[in-house]
């Protein structure tokens, strides 16, 4: 029992390994820019190894997709359910989507991929209904405030999903772009209090 125990472990840091390898290796070159020769290289795991845990490097990317997707989503169905105003779950999935970003860029560019493509890979546009659902929980996060009264009734959620999305995006990769710290929560509190106010006050 203990063999088979170890042997699970042993498989688990082996995939982690060729996992991280491979999600730096893409974030930095590529889909097209990377080969299952790398990747082997850079985890320091044998090819036919690498094979095994993913089948190819598709299988690879897919799954640092569904690891970044899972991920968000898991976050975004939680911090909804919280007990708390609209206004302030905004507040607490822009700082938890800075918190990821800064603690998993490479997943993060995985996400990102998703919403503003930077390569040709037919396979990313299986994953449209996924990115669809994540808007929605934030169109009916949006709703929620105008059925409350929070919310003014002239209020358009699919828009403000989509300024919000936008300032996410761009915040998001001027960090990854940057050596400074960019996201921080003030940043997140200040994004929606603007959101609320305009530019009136």
């Not at 598709?58 to 968000?72: N, P, Q, S, V």
Request: glycine share 6%.
């Amino acid at each position: 029992m203990k063999a088979l125990t170890k042997n699970r472990e042993n498989e688990s840091t082996t995939r982690s390994i060729i996992f991280r390898a491979a999600a730096k290796l893409f974030a930095e070159k590529g889909y097209n820019g990377v080969s299952m020769r790398e990747i082997s290289e850079r985890s320091k795991v044998t090819k036919p190894t690498v094979y095994y845990y993913f089948g190819n490097k598709e299988g690879i990317y897919k799954a640092l997709i569904r690891e970044g997707l899972d991920y968000h989503k898991e976050e975004m169905r939680r911090i909804a359910a919280l007990e708390t105003p609209v206004k302030q779950k905004l507040v607490e999935l822009l700082k938890r989507t800075f918190y990821i970003s800064l603690k998993h860029p490479e997943l993060t560019k995985f996400v990102l991929k998703l919403f503003i493509p930077s390569e040709n890979l037919p396979f990313l546009e299986n994953y449209s209904p996924e990115t669809t659902m994540h808007k929605k929980i934030l169109v009916d996060l949006i709703q929620e405030g105008i059925d409350t009264g929070e919310f003014g009734v002239s209020a358009k959620p699919q828009l403000a999903v989509d300024v919000i999305g936008g300032v996410l995006t761009y915040f998001i990769l001027r960090q990854l772009n940057s050596s400074d710290i960019i996201l921080s929560d003030a940043l997140a509190e200040e994004i929606i209090e603007l959101l609320f106010k305009g530019l009136n006050e």
